[in-house]
């Protein structure tokens, strides 16, 4: 079963940048299509963004389009989110899991969840 790790996280002030990694061992990495969600405190936990298992497709929520990027290296086994413009509603612990194939928005849909790792922006 694959085991997800992601890194990246830390405070920043608003108009930042921060780039997220998920590391997975385990399993077939590139034959999962992987999604990044976000949880904000007291808020339940919502999709950001999602990729394809070969990283040519891609598809974000509304709030971070133009402004956030996922990608992936298959080769290293590690799914990124590049995120810029970042802004204080940015701020939440962010989450990488595997999707059940095709899009997927709702996170009952993916399962292996990462521990997480805490966005902060500060105005």
């Known amino acids: 079963q694959v085991q997800l790790v992601e890194s990246g996280g830390g405070l920043v002030q608003a108009g930042g940048s921060l780039r997220l990694s998920c590391a997975a061992s385990?399993?077939?990495?590139?034959?999962?299509?992987m999604g990044w969600f976000r949880q904000a405190p007291g808020q339940e936990r919502e999709f950001v963004a999602w990729?394809?298992?070969?990283?040519?497709?891609?598809y974000y929520t509304d709030s971070v389009k133009g402004r956030f990027t996922i990608s992936r290296d298959n080769l290293k086994n590690v799914v990124y989110l590049q995120m810029v413009s970042l802004k204080p509603e940015d701020t939440a612990v962010y989450y990488c899991?595997?999707?059940?194939?095709?899009?997927?928005?709702?996170?009952?849909?993916?399962?292996?969840w990462g521990q997480g790792t805490q966005v902060t922006v500060s105005s």
């Open positions: 899991a595997v999707a059940r194939g095709g899009i997927r928005t709702s996170k009952t849909a993916y399962y292996s």
């Open positions: 385990g399993g077939t990495f590139s034959s999962y299509d």
């Open positions: 990729i394809s298992s070969g990283g040519s497709g891609t």
